[in-house]
Nanobody, 122 residues
């Protein structure tokens, strides 16, 4: 089973930047898709951005032009560079790894990290 450990959250003023990291560990051969989701208080969890192992990306409309997702396949790590942050970006950010191939030949779907808090003050 894969373990996902997020880091980089914190408190920042509006207009500022943060960089989130998520490292996947375990007996991993490859991961199809890695992404970031967020959940604001009282709201459902939503996709922020995702990237597949070929480098194709997908972004929520609300973050296009401000956030950039990237990954290091060799390190099984995904990053989220967040610029021009807004108060509405506040929430718990969760890392997701979907389509995990393990070295023992097994396959797993939909793994989640514990989340990291991002708070943007106005």
């Amino acid at each position: 089973q894969v373990q996902l450990v997020e880091s980089g959250g914190g408190l920042v003023q509006a207009g500022g930047s943060l960089r989130l990291s998520c490292a996947a560990s375990g007996s991993i051969f490859s991961i199809n898709s890695m992404g970031w989701y967020r959940q604001a208080p009282g709201k459902q969890r939503e996709l922020v951005a995702s990237i597949n192992n070929g480098g194709s990306t997908n972004y929520a409309d609300s973050v296009k032009g401000r956030f950039t997702i990237s990954r290091d396949n060799a390190k099984h790590t995904v990053y989220l560079q967040m610029n021009s942050l807004k108060p509405e970006d506040t929430g718990v950010y969760y890392c997701n790894a979907d389509g995990v191939y393990y070295t023992n030949g097994r396959y797993g779907r939909d793994n989640w990290g514990q989340g990291t808090q991002v708070t943007v003050s106005s």
